[in-house]
């Protein structure tokens, strides 16, 4: 049984008996960790208020090897986000970027890009409006740190580079397919302001990006559904966004 110390997010919390809770953190250093709260529920119970959803703390608990599950043993409040996790539209969003994370990150692997990607959403929104681009930016960098995401700079028939400003539709598998291949079986049709969102996802910093969406729902929501469908292809189900919880 080791002790471990890791900055961490509060990512969500249940019930598991009448006075503790199952608390599902993000660490910094191990990645996705499950532990066991004792006495969470308890009206004086010594985390207080620091599982709050979303709260950066210091966590530190104890591993037994063999477990996936481990005990907490101290968890303290560096940043909470209480007025965030208390605004529906902002906790439903921010409870399906959690619910994202906890599906694909395997548990205890440390990712520090993902970390540093998923703290840097949280910041990045002023407003309602703000939660699609920031859903889109999380759903688009899940799968391009996966492996997940296709290339769309060049056609998936032919391999040539698509032009900034060429036609291009998807097609299956969600690859792009060129003016010169297009064949008619195609999914949709992918606008160069929806291919430039797209870039700029990869290009801008989750505040930067959440600037440049204004005035581009239509492309953000056009490339938001795309990565859902990749989403639910690579779990095996349909994924419900923060969007249809508001
Ligand atoms: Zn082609």
Redesign the pocket.
């Known amino acids: 049984m080791s002790l471990k110390e890791s900055e961490a997010l509060v990512i969500k919390s249940y019930n598991l008996s009448e006075a503790d809770r199952i608390v599902v953190f993000f660490t910094r250093e191990f990645g996705v960790v499950r532990g066991v709260a004792k006495g969470a529920k308890r009206l004086k119970s010594r985390f207080g208020s620091t599982l709050e959803p979303f709260s950066t703390v210091n966590l530190s608990y104890f591993q037994k090897d063999d477990r996936e599950l481990v005990s907490i043993q101290q968890v303290e409040l560096t940043r909470s986000r209480f007025g965030t996790a208390s605004d529906p539209a902002f906790l439903a969003a921010f409870s399906y970027i959690g619910d994202l994370l906890t599906d694909f990150a395997p548990p205890h692997d440390a990712d520090e890009t993902l970390y540093r990607m998923i703290t840097a959403c949280l910041a990045a929104p002023e407003n309602e409006r703000d939660l699609s681009a920031v859903q889109l930016y999380f759903e688009l960098w899940l799968l391009r740190l996966s492996g997940y995401l296709p290339d769309w700079l060049r056609?998936g028939?032919?391999g040539?580079t698509i032009g900034d400003n060429e036609a291009a539709t998807i097609v299956s598998g969600f690859q792009l397919?060129?003016g010169?291949?297009r064949k008619s079986y195609a999914i949709g049709e992918i606008s160069t302001e929806d291919r430039e969102v797209f870039r700029n996802v990869q290009a801008l910093s989750p505040q930067d990006f959440v600037e440049y969406s204004h005035g581009r729902n239509d492309s953000v929501a056009m490339i938001s559904s795309v990565m859902k469908r990749i989403i639910a292809g690579v779990l095996g189900r349909e994924v419900a966004s923060g969007d249809s919880l508001r």
């Open positions: 056609c028939s032919c040539r397919q060129c010169t291949c």
